[in-house]
């Protein structure tokens, strides 16, 4: 079965800090694709990247980095200088080639000035 | 603008009481999707509806229903064999081209049963 792990419930830095969200996930499909997605204040998730399970290149974003390792099922997240509009909760995502998208618990993410 | 649209941004219900939450997108995209959210945890999927007139059930689907009169349109009923409802609701939806396109979310409906 899919799981996706977040295992940091909550992350405190200090505005300028480099922070780096964990997401682990686990499938027997060779074929998928994992998400990130930003859920500010007001509710609405907002959609970050998308990475398929044949591309492993890292990717950056400005700010955002994203860090695929097949090898250890992990697809996480690095936030560089981090500000407080980053305060957020994080959601990592997979989508095994159906119709469903697992989430992680989610990450609270919050930046101090 | 295209985007997704949910309605009422914050809902109150009395017990016995079904509510519909409604979900709207003028992104002309083919499936769409209802998803509960707790506190502290990810998102649960209820429905999902890949096409006009039909839909499956997610992982939670007891105590809610669903209709896809319109492509455009997939409201939820939360009725009173929900014995939990309070929690916050997203609709989402998804161009679909035969693999897993990105889903894109509304902003949200807050439901409180009081």
């Known amino acids: 079965a899919q799981k996706v792990t977040q295992a940091q419930t909550e992350i405190s830095v200090v505005e300028k800090e480099d922070v780096t969200l964990d997401c682990v996930y686990e499938t027997r499909d060779t074929t998928y694709y994992l998400f990130w997605y930003k859920q500010p204040p007001s509710g609405e998730l907002v959609f970050l990247i998308r990475r398929n399970s044949f591309d492993e290149q890292n990717e950056i974003s400005g700010r955002y980095s994203w860090n695929f390792q097949k090898s250890t099922s992990s697809f996480n997240f690095t936030i560089t200088a981090s500000q407080v509009v980053d305060s957020a909760v994080y959601f990592c995502?997979?989508?095994?080639?159906?119709?469903?998208?697992?989430f992680g618990a989610g990450t609270i993410l919050r930046v101090k000035s | 603008d295209g985007g997704i649209t949910q309605s009422p941004k914050y809902l109150f219900r009395k017990e016995g009481q079904n509510v519909t939450l409604s979900c709207e997108q003028n992104?002309?995209?083919?499936?769409m999707y209802w998803y509960r959210q707790d506190p502290g945890q990810g998102l649960r999927l209820i429905y999902y509806?890949?096409?006009?007139?039909?839909?499956q059930k997610g992982d939670i689907a007891e105590g809610y229903s669903v209709s896809r009169e319109k492509k455009e349109s997939f409201p939820l009923t939360v009725t009173s064999a929900q014995k939990n409802p309070t929690a916050f609701y997203l609709c989402?939806?998804?161009?679909?081209?035969?693999?897993?396109?990105?889903?894109?979310f509304g902003p949200g409906t807050r439901l409180t049963v009081l």
């Open positions: 509806s890949q096409i006009v007139n039909d839909f």
């Open positions: 992104l002309n995209h083919d499936a």
């Open positions: 995502a997979l989508d095994e080639y159906g119709n469903k998208l697992v």
């Open positions: 989402a939806s998804r161009e679909e081209t035969g693999y897993p396109d990105t889903q894109y």
